[in-house]
T-cell receptor
Framework: EAQVTQNPRYLITVTGKKLTVTCSQN?????MSWYRQDPGLGLRQIYY???????DKGDVPEGYKVSRKEKRNFPLILESPSPNQTSLYFC????????????FGPGTRLTVT | SQKIEQNSEALNIQEGKTATLTCNYT??????LQWYRQDPGRGPVFLLL?????KEKRKERLKVTFDTTLKQSLFHITASQPADSATYLC???????????FGAGTRLAVHP
């Protein structure tokens, strides 16, 4: 089944404790992206990647890191999480760099206390 | 900065009626616009894409229009069903194809 998977689905952590949210897609997509979703603000793009070793900032990259060492994986790293990073996170992928539908993962609900 | 506005109030309609959702944007001329459906606790699911040179796009009971002069897209669901109840998001690229910005979404509730 073609899908985007994220792990963990739920995470409660404390301020300053480094964490990684994994994202993997099995559709051989070139483009991958991370979003956060907050009430009233909608989805905001954190980082995106156009291919292996090619990443760029979205609208809200502060406090986040990403890497793209393999085509299928695009982990999101929070080196020192803070309470304002409490949010619902989505990973997405699409076939190429042009216009096209994005396939979203199931989401990771992160709480930083 | 690029801004997308969707009606923040929920839209309540009766089963069988046509639901019309609005997406307005400012400060840019996007090459295309997309609509997604999101159910509670789940990731968005792509529905339709309409390009700047297209006035209208249809898919089964769904219809999207794109007025680049008004900077507005309308999303219609005809013969609505309770199963259509969800939040609907519009999205567009602020420049090029790599970034995508989303509206906050409009929640649709279809009552039997």
């Amino acid at each position: 089944e073609a899908q985007v998977t994220q792990n963990p689905r739920y995470l409660i952590t404390v301020t300053g404790k480094k964490l990684t949210v994994t994202c993997s897609q099995n559709m051989n997509h070139e483009y991958m992206s991370w979003y956060r979703q907050d009430p009233g603000l909608g989805l905001r793009q954190i980082y995106y990647s156009m291919n292996v070793e090619v990443t760029d900032k979205g609208d809200v990259p502060e406090g986040y890191k990403v890497s793209r060492k393999e085509k299928r994986n695009f982990p999101l790293i929070l080196e020192s999480p803070s309470p304002n990073q409490t949010s619902l996170y989505f990973c997405a992928s699409r076939p190429g760099q042009g216009a096209g539908e994005q396939y979203f993962g199931p989401g990771t609900r992160l709480t930083v206390t | 900065s690029q801004k997308i506005e969707q009606n923040s109030e929920a839209l309540n309609i009766q089963e069988g009626k046509t639901a019309t959702l609005t997406c307005n944007y400012t400060n840019y001329s996007p090459a295309y616009l997309q609509w997604y459906r999101q159910d509670p606790g789940r990731g968005p699911v792509f529905l339709l894409l309409i390009r700047e040179n297209e006035k209208e796009k249809r898919k089964e009971r769904l219809k999207v229009t794109f007025d680049t002069t008004l900077k507005q897209s309308l999303f219609h669901i005809t013969a609505s069903q309770p199963a259509d109840s969800a939040t609907y998001l519009c999205a567009l690229p602020p420049g090029g194809y790599n970034k995508l910005i989303f509206g906050a979404g409009t929640r649709l509730a279809v009552h039997p």
